[in-house]
């Protein structure tokens, strides 16, 4: 039984605190209870002392403590908690404030800042003006309407299939120096520290992309397409030439797992009858790891070894894995599996487990290997993290494939995540309950995955992938 894929919901969390409101709390309780919670349950706290030093810790919570006292709502609290989390490590973990949604009057209205402004005003206002913000911009279930006020933009929602967010809401504001707040579909703000523009039609916020309705300015063909990989929400796959494809892939997530699948399945003669492929993971922040497991056999030329995980077993730990008990499409086989890693994990309580006894590495044997692709690119970047590093693990053993681009985020020895709730009900805690077995001789995690060839700042972001290709066709 293949254990390493039982427990697949390996989903990268970046550090975040998040409330639209701002009600009063006890952070000093609050924080008792997720030192506590971390300190029993987590995977990576061991090994996060041994990387700093139990003197630096004590320190560490002595100083964060003092700020409890100091904080007296949720997103106050929420920011210092999470800087007791960073000193583990930079992500894979998350201390969110429980919130539903926009706060009402006595009377039952909403009182969520809203600008009252149709379509037609915004239309009238962009074609007299040069500047590159104000208009109308689409971003997910969103139409958005940009208007300045004063020195600062705000982004009015005039059309939304999320039910909360109604017309003439405030989705997100922009500051004179760049910076601002996205709030997210629950309400929650999303601080961002620098906006951008890519070309004349997006606009990045952060780390959200909104793509122009009106008015309708044209970019360079380069620029476009860069836009278009960068804003895409699904995979694609899109010809470069005769000898070289490109397959694009936004996110591991296990919802897209389909999407890659059959995405896969429809272009299979074309990918291996081309000589060259280039895979674009940049921004992919993680997933799932059976999300990639069709793409394996088109990089494939020799046994990939997998290196094990170990979860930790604990009372709360396990109830994750309980959960899975309770999914209605859950097969008698799979419910038999869970059952059985459920026994051992209660039986070795306050211990690592290796759920594939006393293997450490796993082999991945295939019948083939594919005349084509021949050559195989894997562009990455800094916010590769989770998932997508054991893709890049996986695929660098191949002697097709090469990685370009930067650094990657290392963020996968310590990793499945658990969310649980505080007594109070105030905040939500996601910690991790497995560790990797490469730990200590080859740690990701604070270090990331070097590229074979590094993209260096001379090469700006929209002509990484012309350059990949150069090379590649040589």
């Avoid at 999407?259 to 299979?268: A, F, Q, V």
């Avoid at 020799?302 to 959960?323: D, F, V």
């Amino acid at each position: 039984m293949n254990y390493r894929f039982l427990v697949i919901w390996i989903i990268l969390i970046f550090p975040s605190y998040s409330h639209a409101q701002q009600n009063k709390c006890n952070c000093e309780e609050n924080f008792k209870w997720l030192k506590d919670t971390f300190e029993k349950n987590d995977a990576g706290f061991e090994y996060g002392l041994q990387q700093k030093s139990k003197e630096a810790y004590e320190k560490h919570n002595t100083n964060i403590l003092q700020k409890t006292r100091k904080a007296t709502t949720k997103d106050e609290c929420a920011q210092v908690m999470q800087d007791w989390l960073l000193f583990f490590r930079k992500a894979h973990f998350s201390i969110t404030p429980i919130n539903n949604g926009a706060e009402t009057n006595n009377k039952g209205e909403s009182s969520w800042h809203s600008i009252s402004v149709t379509e037609e005003q915004i239309k009238n206002t962009s074609l007299n003006t040069t500047d590159p913000f104000e208009g109308i911009w689409q971003t997910g279930a969103y139409t958005i309407g940009i208007v300045r006020e004063n020195n600062k933009y705000s982004g009015v929602i005039l059309k939304s299939s999320n039910p909360a967010w109604k017309p003439n809401y405030v989705k997100f504001t922009i500051d004179k120096s760049g910076s601002g707040v996205y709030y997210m579909g629950d309400f929650s703000p999303y601080k961002f520290e620098k906006s951008d523009f890519i070309g004349k039609n997006t606009l990045r916020l952060g780390s959200f992309y909104l793509a122009r309705v009106y008015p309708e300015l044209k970019d360079e063909e380069s620029i476009a397409f860069y836009a278009k990989e960068i804003r895409a929400d699904n995979p694609f796959i899109h010809k470069l030439s005769d000898k070289t494809l490109l397959l694009r892939i936004p996110s591991f997530n296990g919802q897209q797992k389909s999407l890659i699948d059959t995405l896969l399945g429809s272009n299979d003669k074309l990918i291996k009858a081309t000589e060259n492929l280039i895979i674009d993971i940049r921004n992919n922040g993680g997933g799932d790891d059976v999300s990639y497991e069709k793409i394996i056999p088109y990089l494939y030329t020799n046994p990939i070894r997998i290196i094990n995980m170990e979860l930790l077993s604990t009372p709360l730990n396990n109830k994750r894995m309980e959960r899975y008990l309770s999914l209605p499409d859950l097969s008698e086989k799979s419910r038999k599996e869970v059952n059985e890693v459920l026994a051992v994990l209660n039986a070795n309580l306050g211990k690592f487990v290796n759920l594939g006894g006393d293997k450490t590495v796993e082999i991945q044997t295939l019948d083939a290997v594919l005349p084509n692709p021949k050559n195989i690119a894997i562009i990455i970047n800094q916010i590769n993290g989770s998932t997508a590093e054991q893709f890049l693990l996986a695929a660098k053993q191949s002697k097709k494939v090469k990685l370009y681009g930067v650094t990657t985020m290392g963020v996968l020895d310590i990793s499945n995540m658990n969310f649980v709730n505080s007594p109070s009900n105030e905040f939500n805690l996601g910690y991790c309950i497995s560790k990797s077995n490469r730990i200590p001789d080859m740690a990701i995690d604070g270090k990331g995955i070097m590229p074979d060839y590094y993209i260096d700042k001379t090469i700006p972001d929209p002509q990484w992938l012309d350059f990949v290709q150069k090379i590649i066709e040589q």
